[in-house]
């Protein structure tokens, strides 16, 4: 894996001498900073391997493995032994001291049991640098990134209906990427439906055709989007209900949503890599409310260590019915994930497959004023890094070896994102 110092992409496969996604040439300290045993699996992996997508996931695997060795098994409530007070089951070669009425001896345990039997089967967890992950409340999470977990948001029934209904439908995309000629298929398969809030608060369909969410998501000019199912319909009244609860101030009372962004993932090896969504359609500092159906599937997002702060891993699992909502500078500062897994927990009616619907507010009064065009003449992509808003090529539909070095700041996306973040801290 490295990293690209233009667009500040993971890119996964070692043999690429280019980012995937901007085409800037890999910079020599980037090899240098990479770990020489990670880059020599890769590059064997490259070498055996008959097509890029194995590659890409031995790849991804092999970093995993380094990075996240510690990671809590996702199936599992994670909880910090020093937070139970447990002792390890070894027996001490020397008896405890009896106890003392010493005034400084706690009267209470350290750990607070209450707190701890009130999380939820399968908690969230948060990790910093190196340090053990610790579980922490669902209402602690907005403290530890720029997101919200909300469980059952749907009333079950709603949610069940609309997990069968999303099954019964076979018509889910697969998109392509393309890099030196040679074409790969994504890790999952991803179906846009758009919609529209009317007067009353209700959902319509808007009908199929192109859609440009799908297109900038996908990576491939030949997504479109697809009509809602009336229980799609009805859900997004509760996810918006339950986003604008959870929204910053900017988003509080006005956030609908335009777009379910579906993805569909059959099995523990589709999967999503770490990546921030693209801002061109959505402007900055969007909300995305992630409704997940079906199997549980582990949603980690991961800040990178700066100056100031290790780098930060939250993992929430994205369980039948709940509702992961991304906010704030989410998709600026942070990157999100659906990880692979070799044991998916088997859901009664979905079995191993997990539909998430990321609904999204797209912004055509930003993206009219934000378009530019790249060095190639399409529009180019809108993303973020270090807080720096920029226009890179845009990779959808084409191959990334071929694009061209187009780099540019966006002050239109700058001055929004500043107006957005300006009343989020206010008040
Ligand atoms: O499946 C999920 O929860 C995340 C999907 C995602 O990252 C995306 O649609 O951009
Ligand atoms: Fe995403």
């Not at 991804?60 to 937070?83: G, H, I, M, V, W």
């Not at 350290?110 to 969230?124: E, I, K, Q, Y």
């Not at 191993?352 to 180019?380: D, H, I, M, V, Y």
Request: positive net charge.
């Amino acid at each position: 894996m490295w990293v690209c110092t233009a667009c500040t992409l993971e890119n996964e496969n070692d043999a690429y001498l280019s980012c995937a996604v901007c085409g800037t040439t890999r910079a020599p300290e980037n090899e240098a900073a990479e770990d020489s045993r990670d880059a020599a699996d890769s590059l064997e992996a490259a070498e055996d391997s008959r097509d890029a997508a194995d590659s890409l996931d031995a790849a991804e695997d092999s970093r995993k493995r380094q990075r996240e060795e510690t990671a809590p098994a996702p199936r599992r409530p994670t909880f910090d032994l020093a937070q139970l007070g447990k002792r390890p089951r070894a027996a001490p070669t020397v008896p405890a001291p009896p106890p003392t009425a010493s005034p400084r001896a706690p009267s209470r345990p350290s750990f607070d049991l209450g707190r701890l039997r009130s999380l939820p089967a399968r908690p969230c967890t948060v990790r910093d640098g190196d340090a053990p992950p610790r579980s922490v409340a669902d209402a602690e999470v907005p403290s530890v990134a720029p997101a919200h977990i909300v469980r059952r948001v749907l009333p079950p029934a709603l949610a069940d209906a609309l997990l069968r209904k999303l099954l019964a439908d076979g018509d889910w995309h697969r998109g392509t990427w393309t890099v030196g000629g040679k074409t790969s298929v994504n890790a999952r398969r991803t179906r846009s439906f758009r919609i529209r809030m009317t007067g009353g608060g209700e959902f319509e369909a808007l009908g199929g055709g192109a859609d440009a969410q799908a297109r900038e998501e996908n990576g491939s000019s030949r997504a479109r989007g697809y009509a809602a199912c009336p229980e799609l319909l009805e859900a997004a009244r509760f996810v918006t209900a339950a986003a604008r609860e959870v929204a910053p101030r900017s988003w509080k009372d006005n956030w609908e949503p335009t777009v379910a962004f579906g993805n569909r993932y059959d099995g523990g090896q589709e999967h999503v890599g770490y990546h921030s969504d693209f801002l061109m359609t959505m402007g900055p500092r969007p909300i995305i409310a992630g409704l997940s159906l079906g199997a549980t599937r582990e949603f980690r997002l991961r800040r990178e260590a700066t100056d100031y702060a290790p780098s930060r891993v939250v993992c929430m699992p994205a369980e039948h019915n709940s509702l992961i909502v991304m906010s704030r500078d989410c998709q600026e500062e942070w990157k999100h994930s659906v990880a692979k897994t070799s044991s998916v927990p088997f859901h009664a009616v979905a079995g191993e497959t997990r539909f998430s619907l990321t609904f999204r507010r797209n912004r055509p009064e930003f993206s009219q004023s934000a378009t530019r065009n790249c060095n190639c003449g399409k529009p180019a992509a809108l993303k973020c890094a270090k807080g720096r808003y920029y226009y890179t090529c845009c990779m959808a539909g084409g191959d990334a070896s071929q694009k061209c070095s187009y780099y540019a700041r966006s002050a239109v996306a700058q001055q929004e994102a500043d107006r957005l973040r300006a009343i989020d801290e206010s008040g």
